[in-house]
């Protein structure tokens, strides 16, 4: 090979600097970085004509209403137990251990949020399930309006979204409170 024909082939390495900076003087410029919004999420359900959100790591599982046999001697709010996939699962309807009017007709219409926090494993029946909600942190409401007295001390807050109100309740708060615990009707 001539000394000329050498000269005029570029190294291997000059030929990749070369793509490199024309690649740079020919790339369109990127989108504006926009801020990224924070969002908090958890379980929308309904309850007495009111819209709340548990925290999604409080709910472990969605279904409808299982069979369940009564159990007598407990208090009028747990409506017995149902075996869920060889679990007993305690089903408390939460309308009626807040005496909360219903908004869902039957008990089919209605679902169950299941919750499992140390030893308690149980059932929350609720007048419907509203899917996954995403909320704004920025949007957050730290002492929600809430109609219904006895739901106040589960509450954790609220967050506004579309002129709407979904207030957070903590399961984990109901789990602790000894009138959730003490079922036994004696």
């Known amino acids: 090979m001539s000394a000329e024909a050498t000269s005029s082939q570029a190294s291997p390495f000059d030929a990749l600097a070369d793509i490199a900076r024309r690649s740079h003087t020919m790339a369109a410029g990127l989108p504006a970085q926009e801020e990224a919004i924070e969002l908090w999420n958890g379980i929308g359900f309904s309850l007495g004509g009111e819209q709340y959100v548990a925290p999604m790591g409080e709910v472990v599982e969605i279904l409808h209403v299982p069979r369940f046999t009564p159990i007598p001697g407990v208090r009028h709010f747990l ?108």
């Open 79 to 186: 409506l017995g137990a149902a075996n869920v996939r060889g679990r007993l699962l305690p089903v408390v309807d939460l309308a009626l251990f807040f005496s909360l009017p219903r908004s869902a007709r039957s008990l089919r219409d209605r679902r169950v949020l299941v919750i499992e926090h140390g030893d308690i494993f149980s059932g929350l029946v609720v007048d419907s399930v509203l899917g996954m909600q995403y909320f704004a942190v920025d949007n957050f409401v730290s002492q929600p309006q809430e109609p219904h007295e006895k739901v106040r001390p589960f509450l954790q807050g609220g967050y506004e979204r579309n002129e709407e109100l979904w207030k957070v309740f903590s399961t984990l708060t109901l789990t602790e409170d000894e009138r959730f615990l003490d079922v036994a009707q004696w």
